[in-house]
T-cell receptor, first 109, second 115 residues
C-alpha cells in the first residue's frame, strides 16, 4: 500500500462543476503539498499546508491532520484547469517528499 | 524572476555515455532535490541536498551521482547511463525542508532517452 493515496485517479467533468480531489496518507507529516502538472510536463506548486485551509482564487485546499486526509477543491472549473494534480507529503523528521500517483483532471467545455 | 533552470530539456544518448543534467536556482534556496517521473510510478526522489556539500540519497539513487559545490547549482550525473534511466527528470528547490519548510519550485523538466 502506498504511503500516499489519491482519489480519484481520473476525473472528467463539465465546465463550471465543483471539483474535489482527495489525498490520504498513512504517516505522520510535517507538511503536505498540492502540485499541478499540465500536459507538456511542468510542475507548479499550488499549496503547502500543515493545518487548516488555504485559498487561492478558485482553488481551496484543506487538511485534517488527525484523519490524515487532505482535499483540493476547484470551484467554477474551467478547461484550463485540466491537468494532473499531485499530492505530496513530508514525513515528520524526514527531509524528503513522498508523492501520490496523481489525479488526471479533464474539464470539458 | 524566481526560477529553477534545468539543461538540457531533451536529450537522446546511448548506453554508457556519461552525461550531466544541470540545475540552477536563483532564490538562494538551501534545499535542492532531483526526481524522476515514470508512467505508473509517479515522482520518485533520486538525491537531495540540504545545503552546500551536504547531499543524501533519496528512494532511487542507484546509477546517479550529485554534487553541491555552490548553493545555486545541483547537477545530476549519470556516469554510465542505461535504458532503465530513460525518464523525465525534475529538479526542485525550497527555502527549507525544516519542520515548516517552504514552497517548492520546480524546473521545467529534462526528458532523457537512453538507447
Amino acid at each position: 500500500k502506498n504511503e500516499v493515496e489519491q482519489s480519484p485517479q481520473n476525473l472528467t467533468a463539465q465546465e463550471g462543476e465543483f471539483i474535489t480531489i482527495n489525498c490520504s496518507y498513512s504517516v505522520g507529516i510535517s507538511a503536505l503539498h498540492w502540485l499541478q502538472q499540465h500536459p507538456g510536463g511542468g510542475i507548479v506548486s499550488l499549496f503547502m499546508l500543515s493545518s487548516g485551509k488555504k485559498k487561492h482564487g478558485r482553488l481551496i485546499a484543506t487538511i485534517n491532520i488527525q484523519e490524515k486526509h487532505s482535499s483540493l477543491h476547484i470551484t467554477a472549473s474551467h478547461p484550463r484547469d485540466s491537468a494532473v494534480y499531485i499530492c505530496a507529503v513530508r514525513p515528520q523528521g524526514a527531509q524528503k517528499l513522498v508523492f501520490g500517483q496523481g489525479t488526471r483532471l479533464t474539464i470539458n467545455p | 524572476e524566481a526560477q529553477v533552470t534545468q539543461n538540457p530539456r531533451y536529450l537522446i544518448t546511448v548506453t554508457g555515455k556519461k552525461l550531466t543534467v544541470t540545475c540552477s536556482q536563483n532564490m538562494n534556496h538551501e534545499y535542492m532535490s532531483w526526481y524522476r517521473q515514470d508512467p505508473g510510478l509517479g515522482l520518485r526522489q533520486i538525491y537531495y541536498s540540504m545545503n552546500v556539500e551536504v547531499t543524501d540519497k533519496g528512494d532511487v539513487p542507484e546509477g546517479y551521482k550529485v554534487s553541491r559545490k555552490e548553493k545555486r547549482n545541483f547537477p545530476l550525473i549519470l556516469e554510465s547511463p542505461s535504458p532503465n534511466q530513460t525518464s523525465l527528470y525534475f529538479c526542485a528547490s525550497s527555502s527549507s525542508m525544516s519542520s515548516m519548510g517552504g514552497e517548492l519550485f520546480f524546473g521545467e523538466g529534462s526528458r532523457l532517452t537512453v538507447l
